[in-house]
């Protein structure tokens, strides 16, 4: 069955970094594109980065541009997002997702306070 399994949030103060990884199991990741989502407490969740398949393309929502990037690695079948001069407003629980579909991660939570 499909596993997505994201790790590598916590707590980091304002400027600080952070990477997060995605473990994708149960099909063929290299064919599908990828994303991270963010959703902070009484918001809705928001796509933050987007990387097509064979990482063609990337794209940012525009409060993280600039700051975060995006990448995968097909041999591992993990997504990365590196996360930089982290502010408060990037405390969120972060989602990975497999293309447009409904398979998630369980989430991630980032925290970034003083």
């Known amino acids: 069955q499909v596993q997505l399994v994201e790790s590598g949030g916590g707590l980091v103060q304002p400027g600080g970094s952070l990477r997060l990884s995605c473990a994708a199991s149960g099909f063929t990741f290299k064919n599908w594109a990828m994303s991270w989502y963010r959703q902070a407490p009484g918001k809705e969740r928001e796509l933050v980065a987007f990387?097509?398949?064979?990482?063609?393309?990337?794209n940012y929502a525009d409060s993280v541009k600039g700051r975060f990037t995006i990448s995968r690695d097909d041999v591992k079948n993990t997504v990365y997002l590196q996360m930089n001069s982290l502010k408060p407003e990037d405390t969120a629980v972060y989602y990975c997702?497999?293309?447009?579909?409904?398979?998630w991660g369980q989430g991630t939570q980032v925290t970034v306070s003083s």
């Open positions: 990387i097509s398949w064979q990482a063609r393309t990337t």
């Open positions: 997702r497999a293309g447009g579909s409904n398979y």
